[in-house]
């Protein structure tokens, strides 16, 4: 958190704290980021940097005049104040689940989908790797499409374990979502799959040298193929595995590799 001073001489002197990180972001918070990139950019940030401080005075209890925004300095607002924004625009970070649950109603009739706890801690090989033909496609053709399929692998009702069936069968719903929110679960996705390559770092090498950068569909796939065998079980017990677990033997049998490749061209 940063401490910001919102001074009118006369009107108000008021001090919030506010959101530095992705993690200190709330739900609301990361769904109005999603809204304001989905409209006008060149008036999104100022918008969401209002957004925000009226969200957190609010939170605060700080009391603002009601026409605080017009008494500023719009010129030093724009300076100073959309700086407190940058790290919305740099990497992201975004990790904690912001739709725990997505919510249809239709007349009479609701239906609450679950979605997977922060950080990929609960999602298993199989949701990852259907998950990946979806994001792959949405990277090639952004498509609403594609999101609302992402969706419907890893958000499911209560008790209900992912099924290729099940997610086909939910997708229509999802891509009945408004965009924000469908961004809202690519966000997501994105903030923790950037997470992976920091947690396990080895795998993601290759002769000490990142990996190409480029698309490959099938990657975790053929991670699934190779891992296959007495250790990890079937392609289909793999499947079952929670999904860090999985990276986890990944990255220590990488480390292990690397390491008898050190000491063989040691000899």
Not at 80 to 89: A, Q, S
Not at 110 to 135: H, N, Q, V
Not at 165 to 186: C, D, G, H, I
Not at 194 to 222: C, R, V, W, Y
């Amino acid at each position: 958190m940063v401490s910001v001073n919102l001074y009118q001489a006369g009107a108000f002197n008021v001090t919030i704290e506010f959101p530095s990180t992705w993690q200190e972001l709330h739900t609301s918070e990361v769904m109005e980021f999603c809204k304001q990139q989905l409209t006008n950019q060149s008036l999104g940030k100022a918008a969401l940097l209002i957004f925000f401080l009226k969200y957190r005075a609010k939170l605060q209890k700080v009391k603002l005049p009601s026409n605080w925004v017009m008494q500023i300095d719009s010129e030093g607002f724009a300076i100073n104040g959309l700086t407190l924004l940058d790290f919305l625009y740099t990497d992201n970070e975004l990790i904690n689940q912001p739709q725990p649950i997505i919510t249809f109603q239709r007349w009479f009739f609701t239906r609450k989908y679950y979605g997977p706890d922060d950080g990929f801690s609960t999602i298993t090989c199989g949701e990852f790797e259907d998950a990946e033909i979806y994001f792959n496609q949405f990277i090639k053709v952004p498509n609403p499409i594609a999101l609302a399929n992402l969706a419907a692998i890893l958000w499911r009702t209560k008790n209900q374990k992912h099924t290729q069936e099940n997610a086909r069968k939910w997708a229509l719903s999802f891509s009945t979502l408004q965009p924000w929110q469908l961004f809202a679960v690519y966000l997501w996705y994105v903030g923790c799959r950037s997470q992976l390559p920091k947690m396990f770092p080895t795998i993601h090498e290759s002769n000490g040298k990142e990996k190409s950068s480029e698309l490959d569909i099938l990657a975790f796939t053929k991670c699934i193929h190779a891992g296959a065998g007495v250790k990890n079980g079937t392609r289909q017990q793999i499947r079952q595995m929670l999904l860090l677990e999985f990276f986890f033997d990944m990255e220590q049998e990488a480390i292990k590799a690397k390491e008898m490749e050190a000491l063989y061209e040691q000899q």
